[in-house]
């Protein structure tokens, strides 16, 4: 296929393999920050062509995992109100919360859909004007845009029959809080290249420099994770750190400014937490008070919804670098996808779910 | 054997726009729905409704026998319509037994409210489906429901087929070495019905692949391809009956992700909503299990029949690794191509 089989090529995938095993000569640990290339690792198996001394770990770039808790009862308590039309991406109606998920609340009657652009949400709004329409707004700097410009156009179309249950991260704070920590292993970051196509990469010129890490820009496909690694290994073996940018045909260093206006003008950045490691200070996106009137939180008062975790689950620490799924006793025991204790089990894109999905067992026999 | 049909609705539609809770009642309303449009589709008197039983005169010391339900939204779609698959699904689940499809039973349960022109759209394509299939409609039912207690129609066909060759074709008779083969192109019917269900638009239209399989299992047993198992890839796709056939023989099936055929407008496609073509239902494939010193001929058979020339040999089964699915990645790697844990959804990002 057109643009993406040039990235899947076996022969050059095995000759960027034999560059990182000729240039490798101690352990390097390298986080992919975004669970969408942790995903294409373990689909392709491309942790397969990389040394032992590469270790790649799975960072917390996946916004079906780091969705707290709290936020999934909040969802479900406004989905099973009568005159709500409960809207979200596909994923996110399995993620259990404290007691029922989003597909059960469908069952029992409350009206769930799956959408696949918030437009979508804002133009049932338009139809259902007796309804309150409501959006799960999760992701990272990726699908923001587009959810801010949700709200931007129901604003302006004054359509008040919308609003959208705002759980926003972003993907720099949380590398900082990573790298701050007093037991950080990562050495190496393969930064999401679709959320710099966004914001650009200007952003980590300071954490390369503040923590002296190596930030790879890089893409989804194969071999642009290969390549990535590639430039990440280098820069490591030769002592810098520097921000590189290996996803050069989607990526700017400035990103797209219309959409980082349309962002700034409708959300301002905030404490958020993070299922699996907490809260991080600035590390996320709310509405602004002019737009506040869009916030499903406020709107339907379900702040006061709280959750706590399963005490069994280390997904906080696979999350951060500190522990790999194996490690976890839960694995494959009680905690499986179709009854998942916590973050990294809950969405395919998890590394929990990928390593139960690829590597259920090994293949080394 | 085909009778001309005439394409539009015979019913008064000034009268009966749509299905009404009459229609099932058994009086007048009922048994005009019966003259007017499920006559049609019994071609043997013998067999036309007003008898509680049909009468079958079979030959055969083993037949098969099978039945399935039939839901889906959009009743119709591109390349098919919920009669077409209520044909075609039962008639292929005969023909994985290696059974030659003999009669069909037709339930038909219909929602109150439902457009008199789209039963009749569905029950011409019934009736042309199984002529093509060559099975005969030998008995039938027909309720309505309360309007909001159905989605349009839900259809339940059995089949009826007889086996007249010593094959046992089945997951027990599956081989270490038998080769595995895929009679064409994968992932187009799921994507068909999800493009049309949820208001997708791609450059080219994906039209579903549902079509009977038949006549292509018959031509590779007539071809005396000693044919060990075979299965159709609706549900769950092409990963959950190799996962079913690996579990059930305890045996490993080796395939190669390079050799699968996905049309290239439905790879795109399924990429774009991240989804894996792999778990995506159809409704006009199979894999055959082959001895690997007949995969060639029976390569052949297939990519000669109609509509599946892009047939390929995808893999091996091997003792390797009991009970699991191996698949050779793109880029030369190997994984475990598990079963899902629900329905596959599109993802975030």
């Given amino acids: ?365 | 054997m085909t009778t001309e049909f005439n394409p539009t609705c015979p019913l008064p539609i000034t009268q009966h726009t749509q299905v009404q809770l009459a229609h099932g009642s058994g009086g007048k309303l009922m048994h005009q729905l019966i003259d007017q449009i499920f006559a049609h589709l019994y071609e043997d008197t013998r067999h036309a409704p007003g008898h509680d039983s049909a009468v079958l005169n079979v030959s055969s010391d083993n037949l098969a026998y099978t039945t399935d339900s039939y839901v889906v939204n959009p009743l119709i779609f591109p390349g098919g319509d919920i009669g077409q698959l209520a044909v075609n699904g039962t008639v292929n689940d005969l023909a994985m037994a290696g059974a030659r499809a003999h009669s069909l039973s037709l339930g038909l349960i219909l929602e109150e409210g439902l457009d008199m022109p789209t039963l009749w759209t569905v029950c011409e394509s019934i009736r042309r489906s199984a002529d093509a299939a060559r099975i005969q409609i030998v008995t039938g039912d027909t309720k309505v429901v309360d309007r909001g207690k159905g989605d349009g129609i839900f259809i339940n066909t059995s089949g009826i087929g007889t086996i007249d060759h010593p094959l046992t074709i089945a997951p027990s008779s599956v081989r270490a070495g038998d080769a595995i083969i895929v009679n064409g192109d994968l992932a187009r019917h799921g994507m068909a019905v999800m493009a049309m269900r949820e208001g997708l638009e791609f450059e080219s239209a994906i039209t579903s692949d549902t079509c009977p399989l038949g006549d292509v299992v018959m031509e590779l047993i007539d071809a005396d391809i000693e044919v060990h198992c075979l299965r159709d890839l609706t549900r769950g796709g092409l990963s959950s009956a190799l996962n079913e056939i690996a579990s059930s023989t305890r045996l490993s099936m080796e395939i190669d992700e390079a050799r699968i055929p996905v049309r290239e407008d439905v790879a795109s496609a399924c990429e774009l909503l991240g989804l894996d073509p792999l778990y995506v239902a159809n409704e006009g494939r199979f894999v055959a299990f082959v001895p690997g010193d007949q995969a060639e001929r029976a390569l052949a058979i297939m990519q000669d029949h109609p509509g599946f020339g892009s047939a390929n040999f995808i893999g091996r089964v091997t003792e390797q690794h009991p009970s699991l699915v191996i698949l050779k990645s793109r880029i030369g790697a190997n994984r475990i191509l598990d079963l899902l844990a629900g329905d596959q959804l599109p993802r975030i990002c």
């Fill in chain 1, 1 to 365: 296929m057109k643009y993406l089989d040039e990235y899947r090529d076996p022969d050059l995938a095995r000759r960027l393999s034999d560059e990182i095993h000729r240039i490798t000569t101690r352990h390097h640990c390298i986080m992919e920050v975004c669970g969408g290339q942790t995903h294409a690792i373990v689909k392709f198996g491309i942790d397969e062509f990389l040394p032992d001394k590469v270790e790649l770990v799975h960072g917390p770039g996946c916004p079906v995992c780091v969705t707290p808790l709290e936020l999934i009862d909040q969802a479900i308590a406004i989905a099973s109100r009568p005159e709500v039309i409960f809207t979200s991406f596909g994923d996110m109606l399995r993620v259990p919360g404290s007691h029922l998920d989003l597909f059960a609340v469908k069952a029992n009657g409350g009206d769930v859909r799956i959408i696949y652009s918030p437009l979508d949400a804002l133009k049932i709004a338009r139809e259902n004007p007796d309804k309150e329409v409501v959006f799960f707004a999760v992701g990272f700097e990726t699908t923001a845009p587009a959810n801010a410009m949700a709200v931007y156009q129901a604003h302006a179309q004054r359509i008040a029959n919308f609003s959208i249950l705002v759980s926003h991260v972003l993907v720099p704070p949380a590398i900082e809080a990573i790298l701050s920590s007093t037991n950080n292993r990562v050495q190496g970051f393969l930064a999401a290249g679709h959320v710099c196509a966004v914001m650009g990469y200007h952003e980590y010129d300071p954490l390369a420099a503040k923590y002296q890490v190596p930030i790879v820009v890089t893409g989804f496909e194969p071999l642009d994770i290969l390549q990535g690694v590639l430039m990440c290994v280098k820069q490591l073996e030769e002592g810098r750190h520097d921000v590189e940018n290996q996803y050069v045909r989607s990526v700017i260093k400035q990103g797209n400014q219309p959409a980082q206006q349309m962002l700034t003008r409708v959300f301002e950045i905030g404490t958020r937490k993070w299922r699996g490691i907490g809260q991080i200070p600035h590390s996320g996106f709310q509405l602004r008070d002019e737009y506040r009137m869009y916030d499903a939180e406020t709107k339907f008062n379900v702040r006061g919804i709280q959750a706590e975790e399963s005490a069994d689950c280390i997904s906080g620490l696979v999350l951060q670098g500190h522990k790999k799924p194996f490690d976890c006793p839960a694995f494959g025991t009680t905690c499986t996808p179709e009854h998942p204790l916590g973050a990294t089990m809950v969405s395919s894109e998890g590394a929990c779910a990928a390593y139960y999905r690829y590597r259920g067992q090994s293949l080394t026999t």
